[in-house]
């Protein structure tokens, strides 16, 4: 027994083990255990004592007799913790542990919570779309101070109870590096918001605050207004589908003047009335940064615009714009006409769903082709009329950029469809075009065939050759689910019930992946 154990010593220390977490975490540094600290300090001894041979020998076979708990529970519970991520298919990769929608149980969150001690350079955290989990985040946030490095924390329809939502606000003060936290889909969110927020200090470093449909109450919203001036360096606020906050828009556009560096600004369905528009236009001078703005789906909107909208066009860098479904008025349109023009950086413009401007944008669609840059352009469902139509296909021809283009649910497109072909002959970038139920005509599909755009089945061309065979592929998989279903008569009545024409539903060329006529 002596002699066995003397070999084991003389063979030197068992290295340790390679975890998984030095595996996907190479710059994490754990902590050394209780062997690697002996030997360091045995190394720092013999600098000043040398100890016989005999005395050396008899320590060796004392080190190795002693157990270590330590090491073999360090061991155990890493091994316990790598099956743990196999088994839900995931794994930490570089300083991420992404958790959504793994259908995380009770069980699952004490799991997580032993992972995150052995992630100390941790910098981000996703366990969205697990609605299991309600009722357990303190055991979670508990150890937050743990993974200080924290940048991304993301929480998103977790069903989050207001036990969850209280300690996730005292834990926040332990994560002063988090940049990005996201609350979405979480009901008792509403009502508490001061509990999680209040400990944000002036010079935050939260860039992204997402907060959708969350049932924020309008208190909610006044305190996100007083809180934005600490939070100079957010670029992305969004506060969709809160349609309480409405009468709290006053604070919030007061705080948003705080907030210069702001990119994206989603206020979609949020209860906006017409003096919503005034209140932000106000606001909007002070957002040079803004890139994106969605005030989309607030139907108490229209008539806002009318005498409200001259500060959008100090928006220099906006890219997105969402006006749909906000029951924009004629006289909304006519202020729309003199400012939009004017977004030279406009590469996505959505006004669908404003049946009231059909017969009144002529000039507004016109003046797109003052909008070079334009990459989406949907006025799907808005009434357009002939003369309207007229000016927008005209207009298209000047939009070399654009790639996505929705005409769907309007029906006086049907029999003039060759108008549009026409200006877009010679788009090098169109891939997307929607036509469903415009009520097209047999002569407007005979159309398409003499313009060239080509069928499935046609010869490919050049070195496309195997992509375009796989397009029609797929493109004839679609025309025998539409010979089964039949929808194309259904969105537009006038086309014949043949199989010939039938096929025109999907077209391709080399640029224009497909147009949609039915589905």
Known sequence: MSQRRKKNSSDGETKPRTSFVNKFFRSSKLRPTKAESRQ???????????????????????????????????GSRMEKNEQFLQKLGRKAVNKCLDLNN?????????????????????????????????GTLRSVTQQMHLVSKLKILR?????????????????LEAIPELEELNLSWNSKVGGNLPLILQKFQEGSKIQTLELIDCDLTSEDGAFVGQLLPMMQNLEVLDLSINRNIGDSLNSIAQGLKSTS?????????????????????????????????????????????????AQLATLEHLEVLDLHQCSLTV??????????????????????????????????????????????????NCALQSETFTALAEASAHLPALEVFDLSWNKCIGGNLKLLLETLKFSESLQVLRLSSCS???????????????????KCHGDNRAQTQ??????????????????????????????????????????????????
């Open 155 to 171: 929480l998103g329809s977790c069903r989050l109870t207001t036990d969850d939502v209280r300690a996730l606000g005292e834990a």
């Open 261 to 309: 560096n702001l990119k994206v600004l989603k206020l979609h369905s949020c209860g906006l009335s017409q003096k919503s528009v005034r209140i932000l236009d106000a606001a909007f001078r002070y957002l040079c940064e803004l890139r994106r703005l969605d005030l989309s789906c607030n139907k108490e909107l229209g008539g806002g615009f009318e005498d409200s909208s």
């Open 331 to 380: 006289d909304d349109v006519t202020s729309l006409t003199q400012v939009i023009p004017l977004l030279s950086s406009l590469q996505e413009l959505d006004l669908s769903a404003n049946k009231k401007m059909g017969g009144s944008s002529e000039n507004l669609l016109s003046r797109l082709r003052f909008l070079p840059a334009l990459k989406s352009l949907l006025i799907n």
């Open 470 to 519: 796989q397009e029609d592929s797929h493109v004839q998989g679609r025309m025998r689910a539409l010979k089964r279903n039949g929808p194309c008569r259904h969105h537009n009545p006038g086309l014949p019930a043949s199989e010939t024409v039938r096929k025109f539903l999907l077209f391709k060329t080399p640029s224009l992946w497909y147009i949609v006529m039915g589905a």
């Open 440 to 458: 097209l005509v047999t002569e407007d599909v005979a159309v398409l065939g003499r313009r060239g755009y080509r069928m499935d089945g046609n």
């Open 102 to 134: 793994c259908g995380l149980t009770t069980t699952d969150v004490r799991e997580v919570v032993a992972l995150l001690p052995l992630l100390p350079d941790l910098e981000k955290l996703d366990i969205s779309w697990n609605d299991l989990i309600g």
């Open 40 to 74: 360091k300090s045995n190394d720092l001894e013999a600098a000043d004592f040398q100890p016989s041979d005999d005395a050396q020998k008899t320590e060796n076979i004392l080190d190795a007799a002693k157990p270590l708990p330590s090491e073999m529970e360090l």
